[in-house]
């Protein structure tokens, strides 16, 4: 069965447990609880010494980054219809995963981490460059949902799910992009898959 050292309040865990559980396969969860620092002991270390959340097992198969994860479940669970195995289209759901991780979740982590997570302590300026780097993508996500059912063409993928995790975290500081419709429009059809909803913290 497979580990997933977890924490609901990660982006990165809650996007494998959605495609784990809309593939409906088995596994279990760990928690991590970063609040007291666990994810700093010795213990975890030696897990994953990068000292973050997600870490994976599959016996002796250890992965610590959620896209990596995530491409490795598709294609060893034969999931095509989330991870495409045509050429084009895999591309396009690779560009979109490596849009998310290198473009996005650096805004994200801005203004969540301190709005939400650092209170007092956040950092006003990193809160401010978050904002300002939300304002330039959420018009390139715009566009692109504005021509296409989900984010990397008609079908849902994976790179759905990496976005939806992301989106919902910009909306635990009310950060989500306003005058957006056609981003709104799929934020809502993607909170309604029972796997999203499954991978939400209790709030």
Same mark, same amino acid.
């Given at each position: 069965?497979?580990?997933?050292?977890? =924490?609901?309040?990660?982006?990165? $865990?809650?996007?494998?447990? !959605?495609?784990?559980?809309?593939?409906?396969? @088995?596994?279990?969860?760990?928690?991590?609880?970063?609040?007291?620092?666990?994810?700093?002991?010795?213990?975890?270390?030696?897990?994953?010494?990068?000292? /973050? %959340?997600?870490?994976? !097992?599959?016996?002796?198969?250890?992965?610590?980054?959620?896209?990596?994860? &995530?491409?490795?479940? $598709?294609?060893?669970?034969?999931?095509?219809?989330?991870?495409?195995?045509?050429?084009?289209?895999?591309?396009?759901?690779?560009?979109?995963?490596?849009?998310? /991780? $290198?473009?996005?979740?650096?805004?994200?982590?801005?203004?969540?981490? =301190?709005?939400?997570?650092?209170?007092? =302590?956040?950092? /006003?300026?990193?809160?401010?460059?978050?904002?300002? &780097? &939300?304002?330039?993508?959420? %018009?390139?996500? @715009? *566009?692109?949902?504005?021509? =296409?059912?989900?984010?990397?063409?008609?079908?849902?993928?994976? *790179?759905?799910?990496?976005?939806?995790?992301?989106?919902?975290?910009?909306? &635990? *500081?009310?950060?989500?992009?306003?005058?957006?419709?056609?981003?709104?429009?799929?934020?809502?059809?993607?909170? !309604?898959?029972?796997?999203?909803?499954?991978?939400?913290?209790?709030?």
């Amino acid at each position: 069965m497979y580990q997933l050292h977890h =924490n609901p309040y990660s982006q990165h $865990c809650r996007r494998i447990i !959605s495609l784990l559980e809309e593939a409906k396969l @088995e596994y279990k969860t760990i928690p991590v609880n970063l609040g007291e620092g666990e994810h700093m002991s010795p213990e975890f270390l030696a897990i994953n010494p990068n000292h /973050q %959340v997600p870490s994976f !097992s599959d016996n002796e198969l250890k992965l610590h980054e959620s896209h990596a994860i &995530m491409r490795y479940l $598709c294609d060893k669970n034969n999931l095509d219809n989330w991870y495409p195995k045509n050429l084009e289209l895999r591309a396009q759901t690779d560009q979109w995963l490596e849009w998310i /991780q $290198c473009r996005m979740s650096g805004a994200v982590v801005n203004i969540v981490l =301190n709005t939400v997570f650092m209170g007092d =302590n956040g950092d /006003q300026a990193a809160i401010i460059r978050g904002h300002e &780097m &939300m304002a330039e993508l959420s %018009v390139i996500l @715009e *566009a692109q949902l504005q021509d =296409n059912n989900y984010i990397a063409g008609d079908n849902i993928t994976i *790179a759905d799910l990496a976005l939806v995790s992301n989106v919902f975290q910009l909306s &635990m *500081a009310k950060a989500i992009p306003e005058d957006k419709p056609a981003l709104r429009t799929w934020y809502d059809k993607m909170m !309604s898959l029972p796997g999203v909803r499954a991978s939400l913290p209790e709030m």
